[in-house]
């Protein structure tokens, strides 16, 4: 019904900037929520942002101020602006769609993932 597939990871700097994609396909896609999460080795996978599907956006403590998501006109590709990125930024970061809005791990399609590793 909808697969997912995430690109622009990669090794960054500590302070550096990265922009991550999200490709999406289904007919419903466009009346989804996604969300971002990411997980590191040994972590349970963690809520970092979310967007509706008409813009409303939602985003963890931990990250507020430094990363943006948004979609773009289409509602074809979910996008992750992170910029000042720490070394406590490194995981795998995975898209995730929801037939309603939430915040948590309960997401009905993910992506296969994407590594970010920010380097002090």
């Given at each position: 019904q909808?697969q ?15 922009r991550l ?18 997980q590191?080795?040994?972590?349970e996978?963690?809520f970092?942002?979310a967007?509706?599907?008409?813009g ?11 990363f943006t998501?948004?979609r773009?006109?289409?509602k074809?590709?979910?996008?992750l ?16 769609a929801s ?5 948590d791990?309960q997401y009905?399609?993910w ?5 970010v590793?920010?380097?002090?």
């Open positions: 909808v997912l597939v995430e690109s622009g990871g990669g090794l960054v700097q500590a302070g550096g900037s990265l994609s999200c490709a999406a396909s289904g007919r419903t896609f466009s009346r989804y929520a996604m969300g971002w999460f990411r590191a080795p040994g972590k996978r963690e970092v942002a967007v509706s599907w008409s409303s956006t939602a985003y963890a403590d931990s990250v507020k101020g430094r998501i948004s773009d006109n289409a074809i590709t979910v996008y602006q992170m910029n000042s990125l720490k070394p406590e930024d490194t995981a795998v970061y995975y898209c995730a037939q309603i809005w939430r915040t791990r009905q399609y992506g296969p993932g994407t590594q590793t920010v380097s002090s």
